[in-house]
């Protein structure tokens, strides 16, 4: 049984920096994909970023800059690095895991960035 367990959320200010990690355990292919996506109330879940386990990444224009994720295949593990965040980057992060035409989702963690 997959399952993503994501850490690193919390409240930060205007301008400042939060790193999240994502961290799946189980039977996992070595080729997959993972990446966050994020959420707000009412709203769909939208492509924050993704990375293969190549290494090739993809980001949603708003984060481009700003946001960089990368992995440890060792550890089957994902990061995101979010740096001068900005209030509209508030919202509830999820974890994605990609492998065997399955896909997999974390609980998600809560980001709120103040003004």
């Known amino acids: 049984q997959v399952q993503l367990v994501e850490s690193g959320g919390g409240l930060v200010q205007a301008g400042g920096s939060l790193r999240l990690s994502c961290a799946a355990t189980?039977?996992?292919?070595?080729?997959?994909?993972m990446g966050w996506y994020r959420q707000a109330p009412g709203k769909q879940r939208e492509l924050v970023a993704t990375?293969?386990?190549?290494?090739?990444?993809n980001y949603e224009d708003s984060v481009k800059g700003r946001f960089t994720i990368s992995r440890d295949n060792a550890k089957n593990t994902v990061y995101l690095q979010m740096n001068s965040l900005k209030p509209e980057d508030t919202d509830v992060y999820y974890c994605?895991?990609?492998?065997?035409?399955?896909?997999?989702w974390g609980q998600g963690t809560q980001v709120t960035v103040s003004s």
């Open positions: 189980g039977s996992i292919s070595s080729i997959n994909v």
């Open positions: 994605k895991l990609l492998a065997s035409r399955r896909g997999y």
């Open positions: 990375i293969t386990s190549g290494g090739i990444t």
